[in-house]
């Protein structure tokens, strides 16, 4: 086994994130995890990877509002970025996986996704002529349910996004235009109040809300996890970083772009009982609305997006 360490080089303001005693992050991790995310491998019929619906040049997310799996299939939500995962306190839209390495045991069952057991996952890579070395490598052991999810999980730690012109604004090196910095007072201001649910270094406080997309809900989002009615329609506020990027928007890629849904919150959003009382009304002006997307336009990060260190050896 090689211990050697994968060094994180985080952004300012960015806390170092918790990794998880049993998945230490190191170099040979790292690469095995990479190699597996773009392999599709993982698929049932060996022709859908990670990468298939994460694509680096999207920020990790995908261009559709749902994106095929196997065979063609459709699941029932919208690829998120995977931007700062590393972060995540509860894991998916909904809350319902409780951590980043387990999470991938969700995509690969999947029918709508990659549709192959686990324990097949495994076999596939053992009997392959040199994942096996590669397994050894990282974590002294073969292919496993456990050793493929920690892998990908070790990957996806690395996916760090903090470099974009706002970033460069906060450090006082300039970088937004004049009218971004006049969306920047209105996305963290009284009127809109973006920036107390999009909080902090991520663009999101991780909680769960219901923004007013609906009156009902064909996806209950947080209430599948929790089976409680007042989490009907909550979904958990996702990092608006490489928001540009990451079109089409909301849990099922039903706003197709970000002018819709600056219209969205103008507007007030739903009548649902559960929607937060911060997405009311608003009337904003058509400068002010030109000026909160110029806002939402500068956390791009294009050097996350061209990163060789993101890419398959
Ligand atoms: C067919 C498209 C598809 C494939 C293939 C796919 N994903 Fe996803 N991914 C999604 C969708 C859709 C979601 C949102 C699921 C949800 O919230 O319920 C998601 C969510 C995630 C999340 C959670 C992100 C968050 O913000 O909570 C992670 C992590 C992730 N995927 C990693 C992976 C990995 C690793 C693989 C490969 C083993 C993979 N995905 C394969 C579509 C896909
Ligand atoms: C009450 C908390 C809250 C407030 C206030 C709020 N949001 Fe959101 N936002 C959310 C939640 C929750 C979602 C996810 C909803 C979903 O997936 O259906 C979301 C989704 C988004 C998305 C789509 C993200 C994606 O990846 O699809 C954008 C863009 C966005 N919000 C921008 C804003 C802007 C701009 C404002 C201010 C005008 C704002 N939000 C105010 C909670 C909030």
């Given at each position: ?77 919208n690829s998120p970025t995977l931007a700062n ?229």
């Amino acid at each position: 086994m090689d211990e050697a360490p994968y060094v994180l080089n985080l952004p300012e303001g960015f806390p170092y994130p918790d990794i998880p005693e049993d998945n230490a992050l190191t170099a040979a991790r790292v690469a095995l995890g990479k190699r597996l995310f773009y392999d599709p491998i993982l698929s049932a019929d060996s022709t859908i990877s990670c990468a298939s619906c994460h694509r680096q040049a999207l920020a990790f997310a995908d261009a559709a509002a749902i994106s095929p799996g196997a065979g063609g299939r459709l699941g029932f939500r919208n690829s998120p970025t995977l931007a700062n995962v590393a972060y995540l306190t509860l894991v998916n839209k909904d809350g319902g996986v409780p951590k980043l390495d387990l999470q991938p045991l969700v995509p690969i069952e999947d029918h709508n996704e990659m549709d192959l057991s686990i324990l097949d996952a495994a076999r596939r890579l053992n009997a392959h002529p040199d994942y096996p070395a590669a397994f050894q490598r990282a974590y002294g052991e073969e292919a496993t349910p456990f050793t493929i999810t920690r892998a990908l999980g070790a990957f996806m730690r690395i996916l760090i996004s903090g470099n974009s012109d706002f970033d460069r604004h906060e450090r006082g090196e300039g970088g937004l235009s004049e009218s971004a910095l006049r969306g920047r007072g209105i996305f963290f201001g009284e009127r809109a109040q973006c920036g107390s649910c999009h909080s902090g270094f991520n663009f999101t406080d991780n909680s769960f809300f219901n923004n007013g997309l609906y009156d009902t809900y064909a996806d209950p989002g947080r209430q599948r996890a929790t089976f409680l009615p007042e989490d009907e329609g909550k979904f958990r506020v996702p990092t608006l970083r490489n928001i540009a990027l990451t079109a089409p928007y909301m849990h099922d890629g039903s706003l197709p772009t970000l002018e819709a849904v600056i219209a969205h919150y103008d507007s007030g959003g739903s009548q649902h009982p559960n929607k937060d009382p911060r997405v009311r009304p608003m009337g904003l002006s058509e400068l002010e609305k030109s000026d909160l997307l110029a806002f939402l336009q500068a956390l791009t990060d294009s050097v996350f997006i061209s990163n060789p260190a993101f890419l398959p050896e």
